[in-house]
Nanobody
Framework: QVQVAESGGGLVQAGGSLRLSCVASGSRLSINDMGWYRQAPGKQRELVAIITSSGITNYADSVKGRFSISRDNAKNTVVLQMNSLKPEDTAVYYC??????????WGRGTQVTVSS
């Protein structure tokens, strides 16, 4: 049973920083992409950042220059460093792991709240 677990959310003032971590476990297959999505109240879920197994990254325009994604392939972990946070970054953040073979698994999400 594959499990994807996020940690590190919380409440921060605008301009502050948070670090989200995620670990995927339970499969002997290798992970292709790992990424972060977010969903704010009343809005659709959107991609925040994604990183491939070779380290290629892609970011939403709204977070470029402020967020940084990194991963440890040996540990099946991915980290999202969020700096210069804005109130509009408030959302539930979800970690995803897409395995070679095509299956994608989601975590349960972690709340990030940025106060103005």
């Amino acid at each position: 049973q594959v499990q994807v677990a996020e940690s590190g959310g919380g409440l921060v003032q605008a301009g502050g920083s948070l670090r989200l971590s995620c670990v995927a476990s339970g499969s002997r297959l290798s992970i292709n992409d790992m990424g972060w999505y977010r969903q704010a109240p009343g809005k659709q879920r959107e991609l925040v950042a994604i990183i491939t197994s070779s380290g290629i990254t892609n970011y939403a325009d709204s977070v470029k220059g402020r967020f940084s994604i990194s991963r440890d392939n040996a540990k099946n972990t991915v980290v999202l460093q969020m700096n210069s946070l804005k109130p509009e970054d408030t959302a539930v953040y979800y970690c995803t792991s897409r395995y070679f073979g095509g299956s994608t698994y989601w975590g349960r999400g972690t709340q990030v709240t940025v106060s103005s």
